[in-house]
């Protein structure tokens, strides 16, 4: 859009938003990449592109995507309109915008992103602990494999099983059993980097994803859990602590350029093997993937 135009949005939706400008569709793009806005007024018609374009670009870039963007267009043909919508933008309204309108219809868009945000994060999120779900795990250990693969840096899976959940559910009661999900999923929450990801596997299962971690380092990291889970107590919904103290068996595997994987399934089933390992030898313990005299891997558990 020309400059006096946008110097008077800017100046008109100052007063309720943060708002920056950008002068062009190459401008925009790189403003939008950095900076992650919440929404994006885009005029139909830019400078050096065509607003459609910019659009798909935006829609293209997984920093962007999900960014709301509502169209200032100067053209009353339906067509045209139907265009906007069917390509992503949220809506659109007329030039020359009158400036309630406006406002109204930015409103209107940030709410629904904001719906749809909370909808998108129920969609990955497991009900009881509030970790991620598998969905979400699926997702993001692709994502964390590519990076990894991409870039030369060791991705470890650790997969955490809490030891005697049925019995815990079978003398105590499924209430009893839920709050020893939970503990130990506040336990593994506390314990993650800032670049970690943690997801309830399973029952009573959990994956975390360690970046630019071996499997012997993030073998440290399991044993924290291991040991400090000792300490945490699971207390009855009647507020006195359970006879009992929980305990993990642990599997890790790497994903490195000393020990490189096909791809995700791989990766989750050495882990998973290591993991048996673990239970057979007893639980209660971390188990590393390819250590010596490590058994053929297994791609099921019994």
Known sequence: MDLPTRESLVELLSSRFEVMGAGDGTEALALARECEPDLILLDRF??????LTLLEELQGDPATESVPVIFLTGDTDEATLEQCLERGAMDFVHKPAKPRELVARIDRALRQSEQQHR???LAQTDA???LANFRALTVRLDEEFKRSTRYQYPLSVVIID??????????MGHDVGNRAILALASHLRDNLREVDFAARFGGDEFVALLPH????????????IREGLRTVAVVRADGRPAPFGLSVSVGIADHSPLHPKEGTEALLKAADAALYEAKREGRDRVVVYGEPEFPTPRTQRY
């Open 46 to 51: 830019l400078r050096d592109q065509d607003g």
């Open 119 to 121: 909808l998108q994060v």
């Open 128 to 130: 009881l602990t509030g």
């Open 162 to 171: 809490l030891d005697h959940l049925k019995a815990i559910n079978d003398g």
């Open 213 to 224: 971690q071996t499997a012997g380092e993030a073998s440290v990291f399991a044993e924290r």
